[in-house]
């Protein structure tokens, strides 16, 4: 989309979205937020939790970045972007659902995949990426043989286990899903067909959420 089309996208916003929903905008500047669900995806721009999940303002809690990653649990002099919304998340909004969504033809899990070719191209990519070792060395002794596109998905849905691996390593975060008063959610977008997978922590699998109920 040319940058020119996200201004006058605004316009037609205000004009029509803000000025028709001025009630709902004037409730969540009165009362705050109240999102029940924290979803953790990837800064592709395909992949947008608002347009999948038909989600209104104040309905989601929102973290982007590159392959919806979740790292450790750290407390360290860096800075913690993707830490600190998840703490805000947990902490002060009391979301009770922690959604990771992964998706195909992700470009981060390539830049993981590819890591060996790029390295030296990226001052930061390459080191991010670095928490997914994990899945990628799990799907390269799994599925040594298999074929790249195979290989690919299933490092994409490896990742998304790793990041919720990850979530169980914030205390806070496994103090509430002891206390029942949150659940984890790993979830699979399939950018080819529209369909949304959750990960079925009985089977281990990814299984299709149905469209029809």
């Known amino acids: 989309m040319p940058f020119k089309n996200l201004i ?41 939790p608002a347009v999948l999940t038909g989600s209104s303002p104040g309905d989601i809690f929102v973290v982007r970045n590159v392959a919806a990653i979740v790292p450790p649990y750290k407390t360290d002099s860096n800075h913690h972007g993707t830490s600190a919304a998840i703490e805000f998340a947990v902490r002060t909004l009391k979301v009770k659902h922690i959604v990771v969504m992964g998706h195909s033809f992700c470009g981060g899990c390539r830049a993981l995949a590819e890591k060996e070719a790029l390295r030296g191209q990226y001052e930061f990519l390459s080191r991010w990426m670095e928490i997914g070792n994990p899945a990628l060395e799990k799907v390269e002794r799994e599925l040594a043989g298999a074929p790249e596109s195979v290989k690919r998905r299933a490092l994409e849905q490896a990742l998304v286990l790793v990041s919720l691996g990850n979530l169980l390593t914030f205390p806070w975060i496994k103090s509430a899903i002891e206390a029942q008063s949150v659940e984890l959610h790993g979830w699979y977008f399939d950018l080819e067909s529209g369909a949304l997978l959750t990960h079925n922590p009985a089977s281990g699998i990814f299984e299709e959420i149905k469209t029809s109920a």
């Open 8 to 48: 006058s996208g605004y316009r037609s916003f205000h004009k029509n979205y803000f000025g028709g929903g001025k009630k709902l905008f004037r409730t969540l500047v009165r009362d705050g937020q109240a999102p029940e669900t924290l979803i953790i995806s990837c800064s592709d721009s395909r992949t947008d």
